[in-house]
């Protein structure tokens, strides 16, 4: 089946510290990639819808200039927590939609990365 | 507001029984609904799609049901056995073409040996 790469998967930082994770289609090209966000024993919240060659969208209450989101390529998009703090440790994981082929439409997870703040 | 509730924060399911997961939801119209398994730590897994004019859908020893009416979908999964053991997910789609899903909190289901 197809594969989407996160990394890192762990990382731990200082506080005001910047974090980029990186999502890669390894055998797909997306268009769309979506950043969600889950909390222990909470749901995954969508963050953003990251579309390629342009800006993203946020999903209200989400702050674009905190988490820049860049999809620079059809294979890459990257999530980064600017200005880290202990309330933004958290899973980050991302979603890819294949947009050719027989996987067309399908939506792919990756294995998400652990933000940690201290 | 709209609402997902997955009714069980977890349950424990004998090996080789019938384990039974619900997803209600409130203020929603899905398209689609998916269940998906997550594994702690990891990313989730897609596991099936059913769409509002589907009644059921089954893989292997898997089968999800969708009552619109009710508002509801029931994930079964036949002959359990401990490798089953996980979260399981579901989340909806509102519209045809939309690939943003919303997720609920899941149920974490444990097979007992």
């Known amino acids: 089946g197809a594969v989407v790469s996160q990394h890192p998967s762990r990382v731990i930082c200082k506080s005001g510290t910047s974090v980029k994770i990186e999502c890669r289609s390894l055998?797909?090209?997306?268009?769309?990639m979506f950043w969600y966000r889950q909390f222990p024993k909470q749901s995954l919240m969508l963050m953003a819808t990251s579309n390629e060659g342009s800006k993203a969208t946020y999903e209200q209450g989400v702050e674009k200039d905190k988490f820049l989101i860049n999809h620079a390529s059809l294979t890459l998009s990257t999530l980064t927590v600017t200005s880290a703090h202990p309330e933004d440790s958290s899973f980050y994981i991302c979603?890819?939609?294949?947009?050719?082929?027989?996987?067309?439409?399908?939506?792919?997870f990756g294995e998400g990365s652990r933000l940690t703040v201290l | 507001s709209q609402k997902i509730e997955q009714n069980s924060e977890a349950l424990n399911i004998q090996e080789g029984k019938t384990a039974t997961l619900t997803c209600n939801y409130t203020n929603y119209s899905p398209a689609y609904l998916q269940w998906y398994r997550q594994d702690p730590g990891r990313g989730p897994v897609f596991l099936l799609l059913i769409r509002e004019n589907e009644k059921e859908k089954r893989k292997e020893r898997l089968k999800v049901t969708f009552d619109t009416t009710l508002k509801q979908s029931l994930f079964h999964i036949t002959a359990s056995q401990p490798a089953d053991s996980a979260t399981y997910l579901c989340a909806l789609t509102s519209g045809a073409g939309s690939y943003q899903l919303t997720f609920g909190k899941g149920t974490k289901l444990s097979v007992i040996p």
């Open positions: 979603s890819a939609r294949a947009i050719a082929g027989g996987m067309a439409g399908e939506l792919f």
């Open positions: 055998d797909f090209q997306a268009t769309t």
